[in-house]
């Protein structure tokens, strides 16, 4: 069992930064692939950035590739997403999930454990 729990949400004006914390607390945290994903009203859930277990792989959606970087600090349990020239189109709900497995995964499915996310809002 993985517990997961987002912050760091809040409000930036476009073009503005922030930084995303997930602490992952759990027998198997350190050894599973982590991912964060986002919803905006009226949309489905969406992919934004993954990371395998020990940080050394990495991937996005190409609409936040080179805009946003995902990290990882396993001494702390801790993921990171840092978003960076942030658009009004970046407004959602951002949800870190914890997978069963230890690598990267663009798919829901991968994961079992949720938080409950954290709100971004961009005002243009």
């Known amino acids: 069992q993985v517990q997961v729990v987002e912050s760091g949400g809040g409000l930036v004006q476009a073009g503005g930064s922030l930084r995303l914390s997930c602490a992952a607390s759990?027998?198997?945290?350190?050894?599973?692939?982590m991912g964060w994903f986002r919803q905006a009203p009226g949309k489905e859930r969406e992919f934004v950035a993954a990371?395998?277990?020990?940080?050394?792989?990495?991937y996005y959606a190409s609409s936040v590739k080179g805009r946003f970087t995902i990290s990882r600090d396993n001494a702390k349990n801790t993921v990171y997403l840092q978003m960076n020239s942030l658009k009004p189109e970046d407004a959602a709900v951002y949800y870190c999930?914890?997978?069963?497995?230890?690598?990267?995964?663009?798919?829901?499915?991968?994961?079992?454990?949720w938080g409950q996310g954290t709100q971004v809002t961009v005002s243009s």
């Open positions: 999930a914890a997978a069963r497995g230890s690598d990267t995964y663009y798919n829901t499915v991968h994961y079992d454990y």
């Open positions: 759990g027998r198997t945290a350190s050894r599973s692939g």
């Open positions: 990371i395998n277990w020990s940080g050394f792989n990495t």
